[in-house]
Nanobody, 125 residues
Framework: QAQLVESGGGLVQAGGSLRLSCAAA?????????MAWFRQAPGKEREFVAA????????YYANSLKGRFTISRDNAENTMYLQMNSLKPEDTAVYYC?????????????????WGQGTQVTVSS
C-alpha cells in the first residue's frame, strides 16, 4: 500500500486559495495508482472531491466543485495536488488523499485502499 502524506492546509479567508499536496512513498510505482481527494466536515460523512487517473489524463470532480478546484499530479515527483480557488466557508473540512488500483467514474472511499492522515482546511467568512 502507498504511504501518503498531505500538506498545504490552513486558515484562509473566503474567496482565497490554497494548494494541497499529497506526497507518496510506496513500494509500488506511484504512477500506477489512481488518486483522489476526499473531505470530511465535522458531523458529516466523508465526501468525494476530485480524482485523477494513474496517467493524469482523466479527472473527475464533485459537481458542486467544478470550476473552483483542480486536481493534478506529477508522477516524476510522486505527488498529487489540489488547487482550490474561490474558497467558501462550506469548504471547511479535513481533506484526505487516497490511492487505489483503478478509477471509476463515481469514485467512492471503498475503492481506495491507502489514505493519508488528512490536512485541515478552514475558510473564514
Amino acid at each position: 500500500q502507498a504511504q501518503l502524506v498531505e500538506s498545504g492546509g490552513g486558515l484562509v479567508q473566503a474567496g482565497g486559495s490554497l494548494r494541497l499536496s499529497c506526497a507518496a512513498a510506496s513500494g509500488r510505482t506511484f504512477s500506477s495508482y489512481a488518486m483522489a481527494w476526499f473531505r470530511q466536515a465535522p458531523g458529516k460523512e466523508r465526501e468525494f472531491v476530485a480524482a485523477i487517473s494513474s496517467s493524469g489524463r482523466t479527472t473527475y470532480y464533485a459537481n458542486s466543485l467544478k470550476g473552483r478546484f483542480t486536481i493534478s499530479r506529477d508522477n516524476a515527483e510522486n505527488t498529487m495536488y489540489l488547487q482550490m480557488n474561490s474558497l467558501k466557508p462550506e469548504d471547511t473540512a479535513v481533506y484526505y488523499c487516497a490511492a487505489g488500483p483503478y478509477l471509476s467514474s463515481s469514485p467512492s472511499p471503498r475503492e481506495f485502499g491507502s489514505w493519508g492522515q488528512g490536512t485541515q482546511v478552514t475558510v473564514s467568512s
